[in-house]
């Protein structure tokens, strides 16, 4: 049998309760043990004073000594012949063993000691020097404290009602969880979970978030591989048609179709590098400014590069081959449409990294900003045909960094052509 329940609600309250339970248990056992002791025993004293007290006075036959005294201390004395009493006394019981140990002690004749626990009275029995017996008889509580009982209805009322208050709360933090997993045993077979909205506190709001974030990826992702396929069987079928046609009517010349060739090698290289994109690798320490003015001399040799780097730039932990990767695009990007500059700077912060490249040439219009970062688009009125290309070297980048957790935007440059902002998280 298991002990520890399965579900989250139940093991949240055996973790509230449990240490509580002890730590009031330890608190009671070491307070409470040595405080019963205390008091019971001062009680014992107590009563025990004054019945050897009254017992001087019978032996000596001063009753009216005795009647003053029993009349001021609430005790009921009575002097008998014989009793009727039970074969066992409670010279041993929990409430009354150490008042017997205590009269053993102070008198001389042995005494009996007997607790009527339906009227919470006790009865002592002593034994005179001629043969009779005489009675104390008063309230239990002259020997008995019930402060301890009270403090462990109190525990126990203090752990109940601290159940039902944190229960409520637990309850609300496991609905939460729950719709959480909800949401993902949707989202593991492809639906959307409607009216998913993170809730709880916020450690589960964002788990609820990240779970968001990544089916937002993973749809992104899925879309991207679909129109990847799409575009790949729309932008090869032209150029194996026309080879097709060529080679049965012998309308081309062998470097018609080289050329068909090399620029369906560009358009498989271009796919597979975007393909790649999301590839794993091991996060390194690295710093941008010698990346980006390597990748800026070899993409732009013959244009006049300016670079705007800190004297001491931040190091941070990335992947290097797909930050390269996507500064490479975007670099090559700004350099192929470029008049005659090319500016890349650097800015640091103490939460992030912001790399900014801008070109002097025709820009980019803020219609078309949007519609350029997605995968497979060539804006034609602004990049001619002549310069090639699949239309998914912003997209690449885009990935890339996304994939660090950072943001890339396009945006005007005061060059006069596009300024491209990439800001990654430290």
Known sequence: ???????????????????MVIALLIVANAFFGNHWKRVHSTLANTLAGE????????DKNDTESVDMLARDIGINVSINEKLNRPRHNDNNSREAGQLATTLQTKLKNPADVYIDRAKRLIYIDVPTNDGKIVTFGTSMYRIYSTSTEVFLIWIVGSILIVSILITPFVIFHTRSIRNIAKAANKFGRGMDAPGFAPSGSSEIREAANAMINMKERLNRYNKTRTDMLNAVGHDLKSPLTRMRIAIETDSETKDDLLHDIDRMTDMVNGYLSFARGEMPEIEQAVELPAMLTRIARDAAPDKEIILEFPQSPVQFYARP????SAFTNIIENAARFANKKLKISEIDDNESVSVIIEDDGPGIPDDKKEAAMQPFVRLDESRSESTGGTGLGLSIAKTAIENHGGQIFLENSDLGGLRVRVVLPL
């Open 1 to 19: 049998m298991k002990i520890i329940p399965r579900s989250f609600l139940g093991r949240t309250i055996l973790m509230v309760l449990v240490p």
């Open 51 to 58: 019945v050897t007290t009254m017992m001087h006075f019978i």
């Open 321 to 324: 081959n797909a930050l390269t």
